[in-house]
């Protein structure tokens, strides 16, 4: 087998997305991809009808690699020509040197080496130069397309499992819906009637307060949350115990909603700790609510509609107490609530069992990268 070390650059071309300013933005036009709606497929486009050079423009099948922030490689799944962000690469594979299928799963690998050496106060970045000039051990055509099938093959295994998840999140919804739209309109309350609401808050600076020895306390951030769970099981950071006077502490169980930038979205605690003020606590103090009916309704459509008309801010949205006790819903009994309940945790069963075989999957994609391809 012939292989030999060659840079990014030479097989491929990087091109970084448009810079688009929030006057650019719209609701109609072409949709702008930002590094949010590539981690997370919820997120709502931004649009534009801006005019810009057409090799900033993403078709089906484009790799994209995002390289400041959150660092990750994708293919662009959707049918409709859209318009490159700055701070994401459009890959354009030379086909006579490298295997498209190939190229994205050791873009993989060669930003996991690179991410050992980011640069940025704030926001971590790839350096461009150090990217492009990485080299990696290129194998003959044959060879790569081999590679390729063989990790195309857990991909889609993988790609599997999740459609299996996000069904199982479609009948959790559907059954919620059944049950909701029934409900009498005089059962309607404020969450501000019902529900104890507070913000969280930050000792500050934050960085005088950070502790890694024992018996420190938990310290909840936004990052510490995924998109795709319910639940927070355990955070990153921990802050010395006189700083839980300058904070807000939060107990197993409670509920946390997001107040800033991808506000609305709802969490239940699995750990204790403290909260800076990008979150909003959230207690039942009057038990008026099954755990699992308070997440779904917190999680619907129609909760969430209310959060954007009350959102304030011009270009970064935000939620706050005001705001967030304003919001209606409609309360069934506890009865209904329970039987919702049980449904919720058959389901649940479910699901934790697929995401661990989706973690399985995703490490033995992660240690497949890391055999099969070599980096200077």
Request: aromatic fraction near 10%.
């Amino acid at each position: 087998m012939n292989s030999s070390y060659v840079k990014l650059n030479d097989i491929a071309e990087f091109i970084n997305g448009a810079a688009f300013k929030p006057a650019d933005w719209g609701d109609v036009g072409k949709k702008i991809i930002r590094i949010q709606n590539l981690t997370n497929k919820n997120k709502p486009f931004n649009r534009t009808i801006r005019k810009v050079n057409k090799k900033y423009y993403i078709t089906e099948g484009d790799i994209l690699v995002s390289w400041s922030a959150t660092l990750g490689v994708f293919i662009w799944d959707k049918k409709d020509v859209a318009v490159l962000n700055q701070h994401i690469f459009k890959v354009i594979p030379d086909l006579k040197k490298i295997d498209k299928n190939f190229l994205f799963h050791c873009l993989y690998r060669v930003l996991d080496s690179v991410s050992k050496h980011l640069h940025g106060a704030t926001m971590k970045h790839v350096n461009r130069g150090e990217f492009l000039a990485t080299e990696i051990l290129l194998p003959s055509l044959t060879e790569q397309q081999r590679i390729a099938t063989i990790l195309e093959t857990v991909n889609n295994m993988l790609h599997k499992r999740e459609q299996t998840i996000t069904k199982l999140d479609l009948v959790t919804k559907s059954i919620f819906y059944e049950m909701y739209d029934k409900l009498d309109d005089t059962s309607t309350k404020t969450l501000g009637e019902i529900l104890e609401l507070s913000r969280g808050a930050s000792p500050r600076p934050i960085s005088n307060w950070i502790t890694e020895e024992a018996g420190g306390i938990n310290w909840i951030k936004i990052s510490d949350a995924t998109s795709s769970d319910k639940y927070i099981y355990k955070c990153k950071k921990k802050i010395k115990k006189e700083a839980v006077a300058m904070s807000r502490y939060v107990k197993s169980g409670d509920f946390l909603l997001s107040n800033s930038m991808s506000f609305g979205k709802p969490y239940i605690l699995k750990i204790n700790g403290c909260i800076h003020d990008g979150w909003l606590l959230i207690r039942d103090t009057k038990n008026i609510f099954e755990q699992d009916f308070l997440y779904a309704i917190l999680s619907s459509k129609s909760v969430n509609t209310q959060f954007k008309k009350l959102a304030t801010g011009a270009v970064v949205k935000n939620l706050n107490i005001e705001a967030v006790s304003k919001v209606k819903i409609k309360i069934p009994p506890l009865k209904k609530q329970k039987i919702f309940s049980k449904k919720m945790h058959e389901l649940e069963i479910k699901k934790v069992k697929y995401l661990k075989q989706l973690e399985k999957m995703k490490t033995l994609l992660t240690s497949l990268q890391h055999q099969l391809f070599e980096i200077k």
